[in-house]
């Protein structure tokens, strides 16, 4: 099973950006699709984005689209969520998943890590 562990969450304001990491273990990574979900406090975990594992098809959730960017570097099994022009709204707990089909759908997802916060204050 693929161990994920995501970093580079923090504190910023309003129109920062910041650039999170989700490192994964196995040498399968470079087969797998990745994704990026998130948390708000109360709230369901919403889709973010997701790659391929080749890098070259993309799906992004609506509210990110033009914003955030995933991309992926398979010589170190790493996936990555650049994140620009942040929002208050975009506030929440972080996850990287592993993804059995390029989808949206949470239930499409599984080995999640253990998530990252980003704050953005207004």
């Known amino acids: 099973q693929v161990q994920l562990v995501e970093s580079g969450g923090g504190l910023v304001q309003t129109g920062g950006s910041l650039r999170l990491s989700c490192a994964a273990s196995?040498?399968?990574?470079?087969?797998?699709?990745m994704g990026w979900f998130r948390q708000a406090p109360g709230k369901e975990r919403d889709f973010v984005a997701v790659i391929s594992s080749s890098g070259s098809s993309t799906i992004y959730g609506d509210s990110v689209k033009g914003r955030f960017t995933i991309s992926r570097d398979n010589a170190k099994n790493t996936v990555y969520l650049q994140m620009n022009s942040l929002k208050p709204e975009d506030t929440a707990v972080y996850y990287c998943?592993?993804?059995?089909?390029?989808?949206?759908?949470?239930?499409?997802?599984?080995?999640w890590g253990q998530g990252t916060q980003v704050t953005v204050s207004s």
């Open positions: 196995g040498r399968a990574f470079k087969f797998t699709i």
């Open positions: 998943a592993v993804g059995r089909t390029l989808s949206s759908r949470r239930d499409d997802f599984d080995s």
